[in-house]
């Protein structure tokens, strides 16, 4: 490697290899990075090993299709994040004058709530803010935002208290039970929470045995333990058995409102609400929101605070 150059030296030509180095880090390659910056594989990889030739140090080991950090680049990444973060910082108090979204995106969303509803919601901000290039990442890993480079999350949970994060609430979650018309000819219709004992319940766990579903009775929750034959830790999967007729389900509203609608499942015991979570939207605390984070949230919060949209044709 060359001599090491003065650190006072790394100054603004080193800001597009920081970001390539970032990219290429978060988006496990040179391919993926060129991508997102909008340059050819080999010109992230030139940028890339610009910044260790500045360093003196490797940062990244190469694959033919993947790139992992060395140990001088695990510590430097995390620099480099920081780094980056006040130079955006910077641009945007100077920006801020304009207040019109713009840039890149970055939005984490549960993977059937992003397919079914948010993906929904941020193509119409898009159309709204067409200077505003969208990214969404539907999975249900829990992500960084700080560390991966997210701009907000949506999340699904009972209370979210994070003291990082700034945290909106959107919606309620809105569970029900349901099962299909065949299984309910089949075994009735149970009359109360207490027959559901009687009952094939499907199972979202990872473990087989007993399982308990919440309920807001008027005089206080309370635990009614159902067993069935059919499990996963996946809520469409437990929707499919609902729809062969293999039980009743647990699940939110939001994934079979167009069952309930074309009478496909039927929802019952809906006089007991379920006890179910609320629908949050998160960002980082920063000195300055940008733009674009601002009216993403605001956009939300009018788009889930009116009718539901899962219940718009209901």
């Not at 910056?37 to 190469?62: F, I, N």
């Not at 960084?144 to 979650?173: C, Y």
């Not at 629908?279 to 539901?308: E, N, S």
């Amino acid at each position: 490697m060359p001599a090491r150059t003065k650190p006072s030296a790394l100054l603004f030509d080193e800001v597009m290899p920081l970001h390539a180095f970032v990219r290429a880090v978060e988006d496990g390659g040179f391919s993926a990075a060129a991508r997102r910056l909008g340059l050819t594989p080999s010109a992230v990889s030139k940028q890339v090993a610009h910044l260790e030739a500045r360093l003196g140090a490797r940062l990244l080991r190469r694959t033919t299709h993947h790139v992992s950090l060395t140990e001088a680049g695990s510590l430097f990444y995390q620099h480099c994040r920081r780094v980056l973060a006040e130079l955006e910082d910077a641009a945007l108090s100077v920006s801020a004058l304009d207040e019109r979204p713009r840039g890149l995106l970055r939005i984490a969303a549960p993977a059937v709530l992003g397919e079914l509803h948010i993906g929904a919601a941020a193509a119409a901000f898009q159309a709204d803010f067409p200077d505003v290039h969208v990214d969404v990442d539907a999975s249900d890993r829990v992500v960084d935002l700080v560390e991966e480079g997210f701009d907000v999350a949506i999340r699904i949970a009972d209370d979210l208290k994070d003291s990082t994060m700034v945290v909106r609430r959107l919606a309620p979650e809105q569970r029900l039970l349901c099962a299909s018309p065949d299984y309910l000819r089949r075994r009735g219709t149970p009359s109360d929470i207490d027959a559901l004992v009687a009952h094939d319940c499907l199972l979202f766990k990872r473990s087989r045995g007993p399982l308990d579903w919440q309920f807001q009775e008027k005089g206080g929750p309370r635990a009614v333990r159902v067993t069935g034959a059919f499990q996963s830790n996946n809520n469409v999967v437990l929707r499919c058995a609902a729809l062969k007729g293999r039980g009743i389900a647990n699940l939110p509203r939001y994934l079979v409102a167009e069952d309930l609608r074309a009478g496909t499942l039927v929802p019952v015991l809906t006089d007991t609400p379920i006890a179910g979570r609320a629908i949050f939207l998160v960002y980082p605390h920063r000195r300055l929101v940008p733009p674009k984070v601002r009216a993403f949230t605001d956009f939300c919060i009018r788009y889930f605070q009116r009718t539901l949209p899962w219940d718009e044709r209901t």
